[in-house]
């Protein structure tokens, strides 16, 4: 039994150390230019902003409409599980008047970026409180974010 073992085991060993380590992961320092934008100057430039790669949305008027349905369709299938539509909290809070109480901006970079959001914004990190529950990173694109973020200016009553 332990002649057959043997080879086995050696063969396993082998064939595992040879495979590539997925799990490494590259972590980048930030330059001296990061370090000046993520200092507390940068955190105090605009805090209803939030914390991402969003740093402008320019807004339609009126709603962009193919927007608004792609939105639709990304709620029905990522969002909805979490979010109600009106003002009542369900795993998360309610959308309505979402858009008229936050930037477009933090809305993205909430949808974006969760993670960092709900560790180091005030405003995110008020919401974790409340729902007891963080918000899972749906990996959406930017275009998708900016999507939802149509959808819920529709939900909020704008034409």
Known sequence: MKKILLPIAVAAISLFSCAPDKSKVVEELPTHQDAKESGPEANQADVTKGIGAIKEVKLTHPLDQERVTRGTAIYEMKCQACHKLDDQRLVGPGWKDVTKRRQPEWIMNMILNVDVMLDKDEEAQKLLELCLTRMPNQNVSIGDARDIL??????????
């Open 150 to 159: 149509e959808f819920m200016r529709k939900n909020d009553g704008e034409k």
